[in-house]
């Protein structure tokens, strides 16, 4: 139960991060910056991770499991922009 309490919280984070950089934190509320966090941390390990050799953030938590799960975010980010806008901004 810790370890999915841990898991939501750095989700959140992460996402929080991710929309800054993507400049769509004005339209995120704290749920959506969890889900985007999860879910970009999600597409991290599936497609960034055997790319890089690195760990997911279950796996290790290290600075570069979640600089991937970051880059996940990001990704995520970009796709709903561009399907959502037409531009990835």
Do not use: C, K, Y
């Not at 890089?52 to 953030?57: E, N, R």
């Amino acid at each position: 139960m810790v370890n999915f309490i841990v898991w939501l919280i750095i989700g959140g984070f992460i996402g929080w991060v991710a929309s800054m950089i993507m400049h769509t934190d004005g339209q995120q509320g704290t749920l959506l910056n969890i889900v985007v966090g999860v879910v970009g941390a999600f597409v991290a390990g599936m497609f960034l991770t055997p790319l890089f050799g690195v760990p997911t953030i279950n796996e290790s938590f290290s600075i570069a499991a979640m600089l991937l799960s970051l880059g996940g975010a990001v990704i995520l980010l970009a796709v709903i922009n561009l399907f959502r806008r037409g531009a990835v901004r």
